[in-house]
């Protein structure tokens, strides 16, 4: 087994399709090498090889054979282009050739029971290596995506949008916010530096709403701030003190629809709200005829069901 060099050769075009989708391809190939680690073994602190030592004892290195990537259920697909990535890294592992990776789905598309989603052309020894962890990440990413078009769907026609949160797999939250926007979500934001979230312990350490929202803008002035409300009382307070994207946390519908027209009421300027806070599918469009912008739901990335696929190897 050879160590990984800094830049693993990949297949033309990968690199571009991942930035297409808007990810970072040294943080995927970062991911994916955290992956295969826990599976060969490697050392973090030493740099011992790892090793696959049912493959490499009862597949000789110069065997090739062919493999598919098989759907066993319905759903919403994505992760696809990880494929040729995760290939590619155990090849370099191994020092055997990458496996070509012919992917016939594209991200977003609904697939079907049995369909093939993608054929891997290359050393057997390398396929099978590469399984769990091309596995791992694909069905993941593919039960966001499949969980998030369910919510999609229901709220399709009622201008509302399904987001997504922070309560993402540690390590994983690029991959897994790209899944939800293959199922047809919408991402909020990256993390803490992106957008100003005032809650109620940010609001009880400042002293109030106006005063926290304040502080924000005084340090942070280009960061958009977003105010989380419990109340219409508080929805108008925070509009009033600058807010124009308010948080509506637990709230019943009849409670967020007033909510609404308070905080629109309060100003001239347009207000954005979203709601939060024991959401479910079957409820979502009745939260979404409250006349709210967003809909958000940690659910989508903490509580998705896999879709299942599975590497066939037809022939080795």
Known sequence: MNHWESETPWEPGVVERLTAA??????????????????????QTSGAPGHDVTSEATIGADVVGEAHV??????????????????????????????????LREDGEAVVRDDVLAVLRGPVQVLLIAERTL??????????????????????????????????????????KYAVRCGGGTNKRMGLYDVAMVKDNHKI??????????????????????????????????????ARFLLCDNMSPELLA????????ATGDPVELEATGGLTVEVAA??????????????????????DVAVDLVRG
């Not at 002293?207 to 958009?224: C, D, K, L, N």
């Open 22 to 43: 808007g990810l970072d391809p040294a943080r995927v190939r970062a991911v994916v090498r955290d992956a295969l680690g826990e599976d060969l073994g490697l050392s």
């Open 70 to 103: 098989v759907a066993r259920a319905a759903g919403v697909i994505s992760g696809m282009p990880l494929i040729p990535v995760v290939l590619a890294e155990v090849a370099a592992w191994t020092g055997l050739p990458a496996p070509v990776a012919e992917l």
């Open 135 to 176: 596995l791992n990440l694909v069905c993941r990413t593919s039960g966001i995506s499949t969980h998030t078009r369910a919510w999609a769907d229901q709220l399709a026609g009622t201008g509302a949008q399904v987001l997504d949160t922070r309560k993402t797999t540690p390590g994983l939250r690029m991959l897994e």
């Open 205 to 242: 350490a400042a002293g109030s709403i106006a005063e926290a929202y304040r502080r924000v803008r005084e340090r942070f002035p280009q960061v958009a701030v977003q105010v989380e409300v419990t109340t219409p009382a508080e929805a108008v307070e925070a509009v009033r003190a600058g």
């Open 258 to 265: 007033e909510s609404v027209r308070s905080a629109r009421a």
């Open 286 to 307: 009745e939260y979404a005829r409250t006349g709210v912008d967003y809909l958000s739901v940690g659910g989508l990335t903490h509580s998705s069901p896999i879709l």
